[in-house]
């Protein structure tokens, strides 16, 4: 398994629990309680086989973060990073061969 792509010090705002509760009309709610940021490492993964696919993996020093999903194709990675963390395309490092 071979890292091809990567992010380092992601920082992503992590929204806590919303306002519950009775607020006076026209009135704006209060950010949410235990709102954080939270700093991830995003790889990027070319399985060993051909056509055996890519891994998405998040690491975190809060477990909450840390993961890993498997994908087809690395176009397939790349939208689910899109989609799970905001990330772009053009953000990813490339890692030369």
Do not use: N, Y
Not at 9 to 35: A, F
Not at 60 to 86: K, M
Request: aromatic share 6%; no cysteine; proline share 9%.
């Amino acid at each position: 398994m071979s890292v091809i792509r990567e992010i380092r010090g992601l920082v992503l705002r992590v929204p806590g629990q919303p306002h519950v509760g009775w607020l006076p009309r026209g009135s704006v709610p209060p950010p949410g309680i235990d709102t954080k940021d939270v700093e991830l490492d995003l790889e990027i993964h070319a399985l060993d086989r051909p056509d055996t696919g890519f891994l998405l993996i998040s690491s975190s020093s809060d477990p909450e973060f840390t993961g890993d999903t498997w994908h087809e194709t690395l176009e397939l990675a790349l939208r689910q990073a899109e989609h799970d963390f905001g990330v772009r395309a053009t953000e990813w490092t490339l890692i030369p061969d």
